[in-house]
Nanobody
Framework: QVQVVESGGGLVQAGGSLRLSCAAS????????MGWYRQAPGKQRELVAT???????GYADSVKGRFTISRDNAKNTVYLQMNSLKPEDTAVYYC???????????????WGQGTQVTVSS
């Protein structure tokens, strides 16, 4: 089985920084894309940032220039450095991994349980 576990959320004042981490473990042959999504109360889950195994990144317009996604392929871990946080960044942040469990297997989506990020004004 595969587990995806986030850490690093918390409460921070506007303008502050947080770093989220997410590690995938278990029966993993290869991880394709990893990423971060978030869901605020009463809103749909939205993409924050993604990174491929080759290091190509993508960001939501709302976080460009403030958030940085990075990845350690050897550790099956993805990070999200969040700077200049705003109250509107408050949400539950979810880690996503698109991976294969075996050489012959298909790509499967895995999600973490989520970590709360709260930015006070």
């Amino acid at each position: 089985q595969v587990q995806v576990v986030e850490s690093g959320g918390g409460l921070v004042q506007a303008g502050g920084s947080l770093r989220l981490s997410c590690a995938a473990s278990g029966s993993i042959f290869d991880i394709n894309t990893m990423g971060w999504y978030r869901q605020a109360p009463g809103k749909q889950r939205e993409l924050v940032a993604t990174i491929t195994s080759g290091g190509s990144t993508g960001y939501a317009d709302s976080v460009k220039g403030r958030f940085t996604i990075s990845r350690d392929n050897a550790k099956n871990t993805v990070y999200l450095q969040m700077n200049s946080l705003k109250p509107e960044d408050t949400a539950v942040y979810y880690c996503h991994a698109d991976l294969k469990e075996t050489y012959w297997g298909r790509l499967i989506d895995y999600w973490g349980q989520g970590t709360q990020v709260t930015v006070s004004s």
